[in-house]
């Protein structure tokens, strides 16, 4: 399993906005993976997703390596931001926006 935590992390870091997710943006395959794509592109901004149903050990090994249980995960600038709840939230009060904003213009730089 040492590979998938490697290839975890290539992903993490090679993407600046990151969504781990059941099914893909254009046709989610679960209600939470299908709000938090709704929330991220609302901010405008490209991101790129896994599919953790194509890739069963991403999908058991990620909640580890994360020390968080549950899909979907956003990962922004390498950092874990949360699952759903916490993406929906985001994007309600502005923070997702702002942090989408900043990762973009950190990476034009």
Request: some cysteine; charged content about 20%; hydrophobic content about 40%.
């Amino acid at each position: 399993m040492s590979n998938t935590i490697e290839t975890i992390k290539e992903q993490i870091n090679s993407n600046d906005i990151l969504l781990y997710m059941k099914g893909n943006p254009r046709a989610p395959q679960c209600g939470f993976s299908s709000q938090a794509v709704q929330a991220l592109m609302s901010c405008g901004e490209r991101f790129a997703f896994v599919n953790i149903l194509d890739n069963p050990d991403i999908r058991a090994e990620l909640p580890k390596f994360a020390n968080w249980p549950t899909f979907p995960q956003l990962w922004i600038k390498g950092e874990l931001v949360g699952g759903c709840d916490i993406i929906v939230e985001m994007a309600g009060n502005g923070e997702l926006q702002t942090l989408i904003d900043e990762a973009v213009a950190s990476s034009a730089e």
